[in-house]
């Protein structure tokens, strides 16, 4: 017998800086489903390949790490916790060099393989918003809500050098927008799952739009899915 699913699978892609987990966390939060955030899994792994020396583009070593390497998630209220081999690295991976490394590791296959088994496993019985870059199109393909949340490279770098000088962080807005846009071109061009909307993916352009609207806004999408 099929177990029943706890709820939707919504799938939020986008490029960085959109906006992705601020929304996937009060849209979840509001139906009472579990926040994945797939991006700090590439992050951690990112993370690992710095610890231990490993360059980004050298395949037969990435696949070497990624059997050594051991992601696991944990969900705190309102809080996706990660470990690397049973050390807690969620607060480091929030870094702009791990953004740049998690990047640069996601265009491995190796890396792909392994975190597409673990987000599949995490999101199999539903009740999950889950962001990442390939959601709608590669991990969860048959999602029951599709989003691709977006805004313009200056927008997005300006949010997202507000929330790193909130987090004491001392950095440069241009510096940030710049890495933004390497980062949408590495992510939107590599060959393997690369960043792109999923033809049935529901289009949210957030570059005028407060937080509170877009989430009342994909809200009633996921009313009309689920009207439960
Ligand atoms: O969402 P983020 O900024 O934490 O993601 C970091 C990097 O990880 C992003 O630049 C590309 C990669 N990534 C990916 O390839 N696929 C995903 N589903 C999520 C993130």
Redesign the pocket.
């Known amino acids: 017998m099929h177990k029943r699913k706890k709820g939707l699978v919504i799938a939020i892609?986008g490029p960085?800086g959109a906006g992705?987990?601020t929304i996937a966390r009060l849209l979840a939060r509001r139906l009472g489903y579990t926040y994945i955030?797939?991006?700090?899994?590439?992050?951690a792994i990112g993370w690992n390949a710095k610890q231990e020396g490993v360059d980004p583009s050298d395949e037969p070593a990435l696949q070497r790490l990624c059997s050594r390497t051991d992601v696991t998630i944990r969900h705190d209220p309102g809080l996706q916790r990660v470990l690397v081999n049973g050390r807690e690295v969620t607060g480091e991976i929030r870094t702009p060099e791990m953004?740049m490394l998690?990047?640069a590791v996601?265009r491995s296959p190796a890396v792909?393989a392994r975190l597409l088994t673990l987000q599949r496993g995490l999101g199999a019985s539903g009740g999950v918003v889950m962001?990442?870059?390939?959601?709608g199109t590669v991990?969860f393909p048959g999602a029951d809500v599709k989003f691709y949340l977006d805004a313009s490279a200056e927008e997005r770098g300006r949010r997202r050098w507000q929330e790193l000088k909130e987090k004491g962080m001392d950095v440069d807005q241009a510096v940030i927008t710049e890495e933004i846009r390497t980062?949408d071109l590495?992510?939107s061009s590599r060959a393997l799952?690369p960043?792109k909307r999923a033809p049935d993916a529901c289009y949210v352009d957030s570059s005028a739009m407060t937080i509170e609207e877009v989430v009342a806004a994909m809200l009633s999408v996921c009313a009309e899915k689920d009207p439960r």
């Open positions: 892609d960085s992705k987990s955030d797939t991006g700090a899994m590439y992050r953004g998690a990047s996601s792909r962001d990442g870059r390939d959601i991990v980062r590495q992510d799952a960043l």
